[in-house]
C-alpha cells in the first residue's frame, strides 16, 4: 500500500506512543513512493499529539508549517497568527 502513496507526506509520532508503532510508521515513510515525505517525532510525545502536553505548540507549528508550504506559502481564508 506505502508504495502508491505519492502525494506529499508528513507524519508525525511520539517516541512515547504506546497506540500506534513508530518502527511502522518509519516503514510507512520510507516505503512510501511520494518524492515529498517527512516524519518528525516528538521525543516524549504520546499518542495524541494536539492535546495539551510540553510539546504541543511544536506540534502544531509543524503542522501549520507545513500546510502553509504546501498551501503555496498561503492559506486562502486562514488568519493571521
Do not use: N, Q
Not at 518528525?40 to 509543524?62: C, I, M, N, Q, S
Amino acid at each position: 500500500m506505502s508504495a502508491s502513496l505519492t502525494c506529499p507526506l508528513l507524519a508525525i509520532h511520539g517516541d512515547a506512543d504506546r497506540c500506534t508503532s513508530l518502527p511502522a510508521v518509519r516503514r510507512l515513510v520510507g516505503a512510501a513512493a511520494s518524492a515529498d515525505k517527512s516524519l518528525v517525532v516528538f521525543p516524549g510525545g504520546y499518542h495524541e499529539l494536539l492535546h495539551p502536553w510540553e510539546g504541543r505548540d511544536k506540534a502544531v507549528a509543524t503542522l501549520r508549517d507545513w500546510v502553509v508550504a504546501h498551501a503555496g506559502g498561503r492559506v486562502p481564508g486562514a488568519a493571521k497568527m
